[in-house]
């Protein structure tokens, strides 16, 4: 069971570039949730899903594209990325019958864009 | 949307008990009051949750002001590994969409010294 798990780990990108993050989660969860954390602060939810085929926005969902491919995978595509998107992503996941509202993180991708 | 205010940093000995507070003035009736921590270089993680009652787990206690307005995290004995971000979080359970999202903010830097 390996709960969360982010693919790339880190990654460098120039100004313009695009690329796909993918989280999968093998917890049969509903919902998955994209977090940004930018140096000293904490996360900021950029879209999340409550089912499979559902996607919504967050809090700052500019500059991003999500598709929930299936009920286990949940990615995040920057189109053309930007210095301002220099940042941690993580990826989360819930299940709906939690009376503890737990959600599960992975890892991060650390994105750098120059 | 309810906020929560917590301080920038705290220190601790180890094998000593640590006090987190929390300052939530403006919660509503229905919120929960959530707490994550997010070790160094890893995602955040669930330690505890409460409505009104005081509740203890295996991680923590979370001891809930009789009005509310404030809570505690309470780490029985304070361990180096638990030296992280921890996060005071208020969860809404209206149906307006936003129960399904958790809000972030700075959190209190725990240092935990030997």
């Not at chain 1, 594209?65 to 220099?86: D, G, H, I």
């Not at chain 2, 000995?13 to 707490?35: A, F, K, M, Q, R």
């Not at chain 2, 304070?78 to 129960?99: E, Q």
Request: charged content about 20%; proline content about 5%; overall charge neutral.
């Amino acid at each position: 069971n390996a709960g969360v798990t982010q693919t790339p780990k880190f990654r460098v990108l120039k100004t313009g570039q695009s690329m796909t993050l993918l989280c999968a989660q093998d917890m049969n969860h509903e919902y998955m949730y994209w977090y940004r954390q930018d140096p000293g602060m904490g996360l900021r939810l950029i879209h999340y899903s409550v089912g499979e085929g559902t996607t919504a926005k967050g809090e700052v969902p500019d500059g991003y594209n999500v598709s929930r491919l299936n009920k286990r995978e949940f990615s995040l595509r920057l189109e053309s990325a930007a210095p301002s998107q220099t940042s941690v992503y993580f990826c989360a996941s819930r299940n709906t019958d939690s009376l503890s509202y737990e959600q599960y993180f992975g890892p991060g991708t650390r994105l750098t864009v120059t | 949307d309810a906020k929560t205010t917590q301080p920038n940093s705290m220190e601790s000995n180890e094998e000593e008990p640590v006090h987190l507070p929390c300052n939530h003035s403006t919660i509503s009736g229905t919120d929960y009051i959530h707490w994550y921590r997010q070790l160094p270089s890893q995602g955040p993680e669930y330690v505890i949750h409460g409505l009104t009652s005081n509740v203890n787990n295996r991680m923590a206690s979370l001891a809930i002001a009789e009005d509310r307005k404030s809570s505690t995290l309470i780490l029985h004995r304070a361990t180096l590994r638990d030296a992280a971000v921890y996060y005071c979080i208020l969860r809404h359970t209206n149906s307006g969409g936003s129960n399904y999202k958790l809000t972030f903010g700075k959190g209190t830097l725990l240092t935990v010294n030997p």
